[in-house]
């Protein structure tokens, strides 16, 4: 078993910046990719970005590529998700997941695949 809990999550105003974070505990050894995804409601939950267990390899969702940041500390087990020049359209509960990979270099963005999910964080972009 793996425990995830995101922090960070809070209001700001379009165009500011905030940074999540996610703190895994457990069972946390092993090739897992780390995950963030969003999800409003009446929506189905959105992959937002995925980083390889090695750190080396990232993706990001169109919508948020070039605005946010993901990374990782393997030390601390924990993922950070950089969020800048935030929309109101970001307005979203934010989702950390693991997904076991098998491979340092790998990642899965399909939310169905994900091994573990944090409770989510709430992040609000005001007009």
């Known amino acids: 078993q793996v425990q995830l809990v995101e922090s960070g999550g809070g209001l700001v105003q379009a165009g500011g910046s905030l940074r999540l974070s996610c703190v895994a505990s457990?069972?946390?050894?092993?090739?897992?990719?780390m995950n963030w995804f969003r999800q409003t409601p009446g929506k189905e939950r959105e992959f937002v970005a995925a980083v390889s267990w090695s750190g080396g390899r990232t993706a990001y969702a169109e919508s948020v590529r070039g605005r946010f940041s993901i990374s990782r500390d393997n030390a601390k087990n924990t993922v950070s998700l950089q969020m800048n020049s935030l929309k109101p359209e970001d307005t979203a509960v934010y989702y950390c997941?693991?997904?076991?990979?098998?491979?340092?270099?790998?990642?899965?963005?399909?939310?169905?695949?994900?091994?573990?999910w944090g409770k989510g964080t709430l992040v609000t972009v005001s007009s």
């Open positions: 457990g069972r946390t050894s092993g090739n897992y990719a």
């Open positions: 997941a693991v997904a076991d990979t098998r491979t340092p270099n790998s990642f899965i963005t399909f939310y169905g695949a994900m091994d573990y």
